[in-house]
């Protein structure tokens, strides 16, 4: 049975999303950037006013200011990038559970024997639409046989359009386009190739799959079968992509770290938001790990495995903070630090009585970290904070937290604090 | 060194030793199996991970006195693939191993035995006979409950007791227990002590003969099991076993007799639509009346329901279960009727024979 996927590609994602807030961003040059002041100064994302002035995905902030004079620079935030994404995913899922994304804002879609469907290029005109009119987002849709060509295709016309490369067509659209277009063929591959002066897809395709077995070893004959439309890679289920494996943080501060008291400020802030967003996914952790680099950028990374698992600042911080004691020899100040958890289970899968149940003294979340999700949910990060952040130094971690979300104006002190170090 | 011997048991006793020889260890020689050969003692092959080590004895024509170590996995695949029955086994001065066989010969280079390290000496030892068959079935029905998790040492292995007239194996994982018991008689020597899961892995494949004895002597630090032809040494696990007798309830509020093989079937099949990896999704059990358990499942898959006879004494509950538990340990049930105790909705639940305590499976639920 001939396969019906579809790749659908939001239009700037970033950009779009930004726009959607503030719509007075529409009709000017606008690009999604890093913070320049901590040398985090790159393109994200762009609207077509900017890439009309020739501003590039990933291109420093400055050299696009040079392109384009009266760019705005919009900073990311990519808590509602993540919520569209979801709201996407959910609109997709109505279609096909084989959903296969590819990164926050890319997906494919088999529609291959789903009943009552049609044809698939008429569902990617619905999509287009609805993407347009519930989410106000545009995106390009690629129709095709293979996972490859579907998103040769959603490339291929930009933006909100779709594109069909069928059996019959794909000779006269995607042969003649440069083989970088590809999926899979990267900047090195796209030399190698060169060199043999393979430089369309059409010539890849004409290849002997042999000699690019010997040439490129078995990527080549891949690569020849995606360029000749017999590679039948699958799309995988969507729940299969819902497996985290870890979550962490990392930062490099501003200033580095002289002591450990800096160290115990930085590790605090980077567990509490490690700690929330394993809340928020329903996960718990039992591996925390830790990596630290000095200022001679020289790293390491320690972890350690709990008795037991948790989803609590409390026990990731204390844990990463004996991590780091024990592997730490101070030779040089510290420069970054990043704190992460593995091993996760969901607490659904918590739901498993263990003959050690009463060991797990820690039932998850405290009632206190709850109430925190929540402030934070609703007035933002720093609406709510521990007294240890309030005195920080704001060269290392600003405000206390590490995310940009900024607003909100009450703190907590939170009892029962270790003795040897102030929270 | 020179002997003669035959390729099948060389072959044998190479596929035997080969299970406790490392496989990606720091120490070369540890790569590779040790033969010694003496006109007095016999050939003898041994591989050693330094947590378990593994000696079988091999009958030959010994022409000469000697010992070599050669690499485990080329050995193992040359002697596989010799041509003929009949081989012979000659090392020179420089540690070659010449391997002559029909009109094949290799010379394969080996390592000197002075550096392979020794297995240590079960002494002082206390012993018990048992029938290989037995302690095979043993090791089966308890070993899938053996923890992997090494933030508890002393649930890696299996713990064996001895009370003086019967043998018991148990083995946790933290969310089951299996225990087996067996009568051996009576004046055996009062002993526990706990051997890894993996020397008892290996020991199960390479124990047979139902008829054949077995015999374990046990020390402070060791185990040793001997079948006469073959001699599995192991460390054992130090530390103080879980008090599993304080798991087990001593009654439930519900009891339940069914076929283990009706069970068996319809929880197998509530699994197909439970992905493997899936931990979440349980096998539901209900109670309608006191002659009837639903099996059920539900998943992304879609749905099964199946009723089973049974019989229910007490109170009717309804209880989720990872189905892998269930399976693992009705798959080594031999009983054909058992009864299954249940402790309420969130309790435990114990799977045991009609009359008798030969075994007990423990299953913990997911909690609603």
């Known amino acids: 049975m001939e396969r019906k996927i579809l790749h659908v590609d939001q239009n700037c994602f970033f950009a779009s999303v930004e726009m959607v807030k503030h719509p007075e961003l529409r009709d000017v040059p606008m690009a999604v950037g890093g913070d320049e002041e901590k040398r985090h100064g790159i393109i994200l994302a762009k609207n077509r006013h900017a890439a009309a002035f020739g501003v590039k995905t990933a291109e420093a902030i400055w050299q696009a200011r040079q392109k384009c004079p009266g760019l705005v620079i919009v900073p990311a935030h990519h808590e509602h990038y993540s919520f569209y994404s979801e709201k996407l995913f959910d609109l997709y899922c109505q279609y096909t559970d084989r959903v296969e994304p590819y990164g926050l804002d890319e997906c494919w ?71 970088g277009d590809l999926l899979f063929v990267g900047r090195a591959t796209q030399q190698k190739l060169a060199r043999i002066n393979i430089r369309t897809i059409g010539a890849l395709a004409a290849m002997s799959p042999d000699y690019l077995r010997d040439y490129l070893g078995i990527n080549g004959v891949k690569l020849w079968m995606s360029a000749n439309g017999t590679d039948d890679s699958p799309v995988a289920h969507f729940m299969s992509r819902r497996t985290i494996k870890s979550v962490g943080n990392s930062t490099t501060t501003a200033r580095d770290m002289m002591n450990e008291g800096d160290v115990w400020q930085t590790i605090l802030a980077l567990s509490d938001q490690v700690a929330g967003r394993l809340r928020k996914k329903s996960l718990r952790a039992q591996t925390i790990q830790i990596w630290a680099r000095g200022s001679d950028l020289h790293g390491f ?26 592997n730490y020899t101070w030779a040089c100040p510290v420069r970054s630090l990043g704190v992460r958890t593995a091993r996760l289970v969901t607490t659904d899968e918590e739901r498993q009585r263990s003959i050690f149940d009463a060991d797990y003294k820690r039932e998850g979340a405290t009632e206190i970290e709850t109430v925190i999700d929540r402030i934070r949910m609703q007035f933002g990060d720093v609406a709510i904070r521990r007294g240890v952040q309030l005195v920080c130094d704001s060269k290392l971690i600003e405000n206390g937290v590490l995310a940009q979300n900024r607003g909100g104006f009450s703190s907590v002190r939170e009892p029962g604090a270790p003795s040897e170090l102030s929270w | ?64 006195d000697g010992s070599v170590v050669i690499n485990s996995k080329l050995f193992g695949e040359i002697v596989r693939k010799l041509p003929e029955e009949f081989v012979t086994l000659e090392t020179d001065d420089r540690l070659t191993i010449n391997i002559e066989c029909g009109s094949s010969v290799f010379s394969i280079k080996g390592l000197s035995s002075e550096g392979y390290p020794k297995i240590p000496e079960v002494q002082d030892a206390q012993k018990v006979i048992l029938m290989q068959g037995v302690l095979r079935d043993m090791i089966r029905q308890t070993i899938f409950a053996v923890s992997t998790d090494e933030s508890r040492p002393t649930l890696n292995g299996c713990f064996f007791i001895c009370d003086g007239f019967s043998v018991e194996m148990v083995a946790i994982d933290g969310f089951r227990l299996a225990l087996r018991k067996q009568a051996i008689g009576s004046d055996l020597p009062v002993m526990k002590f706990i051997v890894p899961g993996k020397a008892l892995h290996e020991a199960g494949r390479i124990l047979d003969g139902k008829d054949a004895e077995l015999v374990i002597y046990s020390s402070q630090n060791h185990i040793l099991l001997d079948t006469g ?7 054992l696990i130090q530390g103080e076993y879980m008090n599993y007798k304080a798991i087990l309830p001593k009654s439930g509020d519900t009891t339940m007799l069914v076929s283990s093989a009706v069970m068996l079937s319809a929880i197998e099949r509530a699994s197909l639509i439970i992905l493997s990896e899936d931990r979440r999704s349980p096998v539901q059990l209900t109670m309608p009346n006191d002659e009837v358990l639903v099996i059920s499942a539900s998943t992304e898959l879609g749905t099964l329901r199946e009723e089973i006879p049974v019989s229910i004494r007490g109170e009717r509950i309804d209880i989720d279960f990872n189905p892998r538990y269930f399976i693992d340990a009705l798959r080594v049930i031999e009983d054909e009727e058992i009864t299954i105790q249940f402790s309420g909705s969130n309790g435990p639940c114990v799977l045991k024979p009609t009359e008798g305590d030969d075994f007990a499976y423990l299953v913990l639920p997911l909690r609603r």
């Not at chain 1, 789903?114 to 347009?132: C, H, K, L, S």
């Not at chain 2, 099948?8 to 299970?19: C, G, P, Y």
């Not at chain 2, 032809?229 to 460390?235: D, F, N």
């Open chain 2, 1 to 64: 060194m020179k002997f003669m011997c035959s390729r099948d048991r060389l072959n044998e006793a190479i596929s035997i030793v080969q299970k406790a020889v490392s496989t990606r260890s720091t120490l070369p020689i540890l790569d590779g199996i040790l033969i010694e050969a003496s006109v007095s003692e016999g050939v003898k092959l041994t591989g050693y991970d330094l947590e378990t080590g593994i000696e079988a004895k091999l009958e030959a024509d010994i022409k000469a």
């Open chain 1, 109 to 179: 879609l088999d529609l291959t024997g789903i009943a009552g469907i049609g044809d698939p290029a008429q569902v990617a005109d619905e999509i287009r639409e609805r993407v347009r009119r519930e989410l106000h987002l545009t995106c390009s849709v690629g129709v095709s046989f293979t996972k490859i060509f579907a998103k040769l295709g959603s490339d291929y016309k930009k933006p909100d359009a779709t594109t069909i490369i069928s059996r019959e067509n794909f000779r006269q659209i995607a042969w003649p386009l440069p083989v």
């Open chain 1, 301 to 326: 990374e320690r972890q350690k495995h709990l008795s037991y698992r948790t989803d609590r600042t409390d026990d990731i911080a204390k844990t990463a903070m004996s991590l780091f004691r024990e």
């Open chain 2, 229 to 235: 032809k073959v001699r599995i040494v192991s460390r």
